[in-house]
């Protein structure tokens, strides 16, 4: 490479492949994708494993169609694969193999119960899923391609916020809403898609940019009191103002799971910017009374707390807490080892391919397969939690903490509501369940991770002078 | 934001710690108690799946399951239903209700009773489907058919019981019912029939052998009596007691009678033994005896026989009834198995087993052994002492006297050719005007018993006040008698 170039004199020539060799070896070479696609091709086989195992253990022979379109999406997984070596080469080499194995089990799971329901065609949640699958996949190849730089987003933060704000409220606009229990759905050409699932995205941009540019103002100083350092008033009033959205989520649209989500995910966010403990204080606290208040006047509220809290009393196993029961029931037939894939009987819980798909395959894969989806799970968000260590700006650091533990929190609250840990709420388990929205937007957030995380490793650490 | 981020990721892992926690307490720590919650469908549906076990009486199958398209996967399928319906029961898992053995014996015949245990193991490692095992009961399908055919048309039980060991060898009631009418899975169909079984006046449903509306014994109790006697060493077979044609209640007004009006036909007209009160039976001088024990020590000797005791043969029987602390005319009246004493077949019939066991009391069983598919025995009953209800010499004197009642006395009507049969009959009264109860209960042959009967025909085997024990409920004993030991 040097043995062309015009030498001043032997010494610098030397000295300039010497760094360059050291940049090259700092930066690496392309063992991430290397060691994706080993991954990539165990969470494909994992995934395939699990669909033949529900076919063999429901219905007791292979079925080859559903083998072949699950064939045809880990093409498409691998196209993906092969797109992140050309245009994103240094991402993160677990985020992509652990979110398609996710939904593979997820699918296998969801056509699990297609089975024992004798859903076909268009009425199978499986089908659904798979399109819906596609389309995800093919969503996150898009945005790797297009947008080369995370940074971008930056300049869009009050648009991203409008498009949020504009995708929560749209359920309510007369002709496009959907029904539901939650206010959350609108149908689109007979399809049912939840905005709120993507709004989770454009609100993250809107308050990374956000904090980015008002960090200094809000991290000033206050009152001390109570050995704290409490903000001022007028720093108080987005913080007010996202509290008060968060609040309307779960008055207007009875989803009391994105509210807390949204608020969730703006104050991590908004103490990893600012750093003060105060802001969590009042975060925590704001929503307790918020809740409080609200299920003193919102019947909902207050039936979900009373099925957390008496979830086996024979009166309520009638009707109000037959789903949660009879999924807790699943999970305990499952018992250590699970009943096996296919074995089991998740269709008695109901909707227990989206809201419970977590009881439907802690029943067949048992304690084990359980404890096994958690932890891929706690790699993903760590995976996510490590560029914001690693990054080294504030935007993308913060995009990709905001993303990532609202990831965490969405399963933690999810697996915690079927569990008893806290009252049910109706998200989705990110990447299990089935749900075209919450699928496609899950993963966008992975295609985005997979673009921050390449976009902060090529920071080279060195700076040469 | 370093240190914010370690926070936070903390916090990440607090969270989720808290979720395998959760996931690891129901799966783990609550699981069998979950698995036990009545609402839980899942284990019903399990147990739907595994096969259950058939019912035998000696070799031949009452109940079986065999397999059905539904979601109960098997049908429980019943032979010769209306005969069998007090001892199988029934098993509907549309109801979720059992019956009868099918109830009792559930553990076994679901397959999770603790005697299946190694043989699921055994399953397990093969690959073979669950299966309950089978229960074989000491019924005998010939005796019992014999009972049924006898009580035709009546209302009644027999009970019969081998006296040395205690295994009941019949156990009749009838009107029975169709016990497959009510193992269809049509819940809707099954409630109906239920109702209908229910509401019907004859009472199908009752199991009058161990239980039901209980009966005075009427003069087959004379021989719980007679019993005592022996047994308080005051008197003996040859006893005399006076002899009058009615015996005036102490402290009342109130007169006890012999059936037939007169005085007891014999002794020397002024006195008569007490065997021949057995064998002819005779109200008067059993009520003198019975003021002159006193209600303890009859009670005592009745509950030696298994009075005031309920047995789990594995059915729950109902307790026979002697009362305590009775004044000395209610006591007279229980001296012949009136007043307050109230008795189920099955116990007369160990009050004969006794007798014809030297004395020695068997507790009645109705199970021989639990058997595994390939008719493997799991488990095999075996025989339990209840008690000595007097010696040998008490009870060879009592025989000798029961079985003058038979071949000379109150009871003929149960004589079998070549065989020496002993028995006592009994007409209980049921209120002034009611039809009788009519009794037997005895065993053959004498010297060396192999069965011992009781019967009992309720409503006075429609002949209101006109029929007697020795009528109606002998010949019925005979015929089960005589079909057991002439095979």
């Not at chain 1, 299990?432 to 995380?453: E, F, K, M």
């Not at chain 2, 009545?38 to 799946?49: G, H, I, K, M, V």
């Not at chain 2, 005697?115 to 299966?131: A, D, H, T, W, Y």
């Not at chain 2, 005796?143 to 009970?159: E, F, H, R, S, T």
Request: proline share 4%; net charge neutral; with cysteine.
């Amino acid at each position: 490479m040097t043995a062309t170039a015009p030498a001043h004199n032997a010494g610098d020539v030397a000295a300039d492949t010497a760094v360059l060799r050291a940049l090259r070896r700092i930066r690496g070479p392309q063992t991430q994708r290397n060691r994706e696609f080993w991954l990539l091709l165990f969470a494909v086989v994992v995934a395939g494993t699990a669909l033949t195992l529900v076919q063999l253990g429901a219905l007791g022979r292979i079925d080859p169609m559903i083998l072949l379109i699950g064939g045809g999406l880990a093409v498409l997984v691998f196209a993906l694969h092969i797109v992140l070596r050309f245009v994103a080469s240094d991402a993160d080499p677990f985020v992509l193999p652990i979110a398609t194995l996710l939904t593979g089990v997820g699918i296998a799971e969801i056509y699990r119960i297609d089975i024992a329901n004798h859903a076909t065609g268009w009425n199978a949640s499986s089908n659904k899923q798979l399109m819906w699958m596609a389309i995800s996949v093919a969503g996150a190849i898009a945005l790797v391609i297009f947008l080369r730089n995370y940074r971008v987003l930056y300049k869009y933060t009050y648009l991203s916020g409008l498009a949020g704000l504009v995708l929560l409220i749209l359920p309510f606009i007369p002709g496009l809403k959907a029904d539901a229990n939650a206010d959350v759905w609108i149908s689109i050409g007979g399809l049912g898609f939840q905005p709120g699932e993507l709004s989770k995205i454009f609100l993250a941009i809107f308050f990374a940019g956000y904090l980015v540019r008002t960090r200094e103002s809000l991290s000033s100083v206050g009152k001390r009191f109570a050995g704290i350092t409490w903000p001022r008033m007028r720093e108080l009033g987005p913080v007010i103002v996202v509290w008060l959205i968060s609040l309307a989520i779960i008055v207007a649209q009875h989803d009391l799971g994105t509210g807390v989500l949204i608020f969730g995910m703006f104050i991590v966010m908004l103490y990893v910017a600012t750093g003060k403990t105060s802001w969590v204080l009042i975060g925590v606290v704001g929503v307790v009374i918020g809740v409080a208040v609200v299920s003193q006047f919102l019947t909902y509220v207050q039936n979900r707390f009373n099925t957390w809290i008496n979830a086996f009393d024979p009166d309520l196993m009638e009707d109000q807490s037959y789903q949660l029961t009879q999924g807790i029931f699943g999970l305990a037939h499952g018992g250590l080892l699970g009943t096996g894939l296919g074995q089991g009987r998740p269709q008695i819980t109901p909707v227990a391919e989206s809201d419970f798909i977590i009881t439907s395959l802690g029943e067949e894969i048992g304690l084990i397969g359980l404890f096994a989806v958690l932890c891929l799970y706690m790699v993903f968000v760590s995976r996510g939690l490590r560029i914001g260590v690693a990054g080294q700006d504030d935007f993308g650091k913060l995009l990709a903490v905001g993303v990532s533990f609202t990831i965490g929190l969405q399963v933690f609250i999810m697996v915690g509501g079927v569990t008893r840990v806290i009252p049910l709420t109706g998200l989705t388990t990110p990447f299990l369940a089935a749900g075209g929205s919450s699928l496609i937007a899950n993963w966008l957030i992975v295609g985005l991770l997979l673009r921050i995380s390449d976009g902060v490793r090529r920071q080279p650490r060195v700076v040469i002078g | 934001m370093t240190k914010e981020l370690r926070r936070i990721s903390i916090l990440v892992l607090v969270m989720f710690l808290a979720l395998f926690g959760s996931v690891s307490w129901i799966q783990v720590v609550q699981a069998d108690a979950l698995a036990q919650n009545d609402a839980n469908r899942r284990t019903r549906l399990d147990s739907y799946e595994i096969q259950r076990g058939s019912i035998l009486a000696g070799d031949t199958p009452i109940a079986t399951s065999t397999p059905s398209g539904d979601m109960y996967s098997f049908q429980r399928v019943y032979t010769d239903p209306q005969m069998w319906s007090a001892v199988t029961g029934y098993y509907n898992p549309a109801l979720g209700s059992a019956t009868g053995i099918e109830k009792a014996m559930n553990g076994e015949l679901s397959g999770t009773g603790g005697s299946n245990f190694l043989s699921s193991i055994e399953r397990i490692v093969s690959g073979q489907p669950q299966k309950g095992a089978n229960v074989r009961l000491s019924l005998d399908p010939v005796a019992q058919k014999a009972a049924y055919d006898a009580l035709q048309g009546l209302q009644g039980a027999v009970v019969a019981i081998e006296p040395k060991t205690g295994r009941i060898l019949a156990m009749v009631s009838t009107p029975g019912y169709d016990t497959n009418s009510l193992a269809v899975h049509d819940s809707q169909a099954a409630n109906a029939t239920y109702d209908g079984l229910v509401a019907d006046p004859n009472k199908p449903l009752s199991n009058r052998a161990i239980g039901g509306n209980m009966n005075p014994p009427g003069s087959t109790f004379k021989l719980v009596v007679a019993a005592a006697a022996l047994d308080s060493g005051k008197f003996t077979m040859q006893s005399t007691f006076p002899n009058p044609a009615s015996f005036t209640l102490p402290g009342t007004s109130t007169a006890v009678h012999n059936s037939w009006g007169g005085p007891c036909p014999a002794g020397d007209g002024q006195t008569v033994s007490l065997a021949d009160a057995i064998r002819f039976s005779c109200n008067v001088p059993m009520a003198e005896l019975a003021v002159q024990l006193g209600d303890e020590a009859i009670r005592t000797s009745a509950e030696k026989f298994g009075f005031d005791k309920a047995f789990s043969l594995p059915l729950e029987s109902t307790a026979s009834t002697y009362p305590k602390s009775l004044s000395a005319d209610k006591t007279g009246l229980t001296g012949f198995g009136q007043g307050d004493v109230r008795a189920t077949p099955l116990q007369m019939a160990m009050v004969s087993a006794g007798i014809a066991n030297n004395g020695l009391v068997m507790s009645p069983r109705m199970v021989d052994q639990v058997l595994g598919d390939d008719l493997s025995v799991l488990k095999q009953i075996g025989n339990t002492e209840y008690g000595q209800a007097m010696n040998s010499d008490q009870a060879a004197a009592i025989t000798a006297a029961m079985q003058a009642s038979v071949s000379s006395g109150a009871a003929q009507g149960a004589r079998i050719d070549g065989v020496d049969v002993a028995g006592k009959t009994g007409t209980a009264e049921n209120g002034d005007t009611d039809p009788y109860t009519l009794w037997f209960t005895g065993f053959a042959p004498a010297s060396n018993p192999e069965i011992a009967v009781a019967v009992v025909v309720e409503d006075g085997g429609g002949q209101g006040q006109s029929g007697s024990g020795d009528a109606i409920a002998s010949p019925i004993a005979k015929k089960v008698m005589e079909a057991v030991l002439k095979k």
